[in-house]
Nanobody
Framework: QVQLVESGGGLVQAGASLRLSCAAS????????MGWFRQAPGTEREFVAS?????????YYLDSVKGRFTISRDNAKNTVYLQMNSLKPEDTAVYYC????????????????????WGQGTQVSVSS
């Protein structure tokens, strides 16, 4: 079992930056592939970014956040981060982190249903 707790959300103006954190407890954190997803009202949960387990050498991003968002992990701290720069109003959503047993990671890391554990979410609101 893995417990995930997100933090770092807030209300900012367009162009600002935020760093989301996701603290994990439970089984060895380093084994899991980690992902960030977001969900705006009336929409489906959307993939944002993912990072592979162990050293986190492989990262993937939603096209609209490439160059603005960076996912990273610190296995010593059992934490995954999402650095968000140049935020836009369309980035407004509840952001969730999730952990995935890394089976078929390459094929499934963008799929919400492939993840085994989820945090409670943190709200990010970007005003224009």
């Amino acid at each position: 079992q893995v417990q995930l707790v997100e933090s770092g959300g807030g209300l900012v103006q367009a162009g600002a930056s935020l760093r989301l954190s996701c603290a994990a407890s439970g089984r060895p954190f380093s084994l899991y592939g980690m992902g960030w997803f977001r969900q705006a009202p009336g929409t489906e949960r959307e993939f944002v970014a993912s990072i592979s387990g162990w050293s986190g050498l492989r990262t993937y991003y939603l096209d609209s956040v490439k160059g603005r968002f960076t996912i990273s992990r610190d296995n010593a701290k059992n934490t995954v981060y999402l650095q968000m720069n140049s935020l836009k109003p369309e980035d407004t959503a509840v952001y969730y982190c999730a952990a995935m047993v890394p089976t078929d990671w390459e094929a499934k890391n963008r799929i919400p249903s492939a993840y085994n554990y989820w945090g409670q979410g943190t709200q990010v609101s970007v005003s224009s």
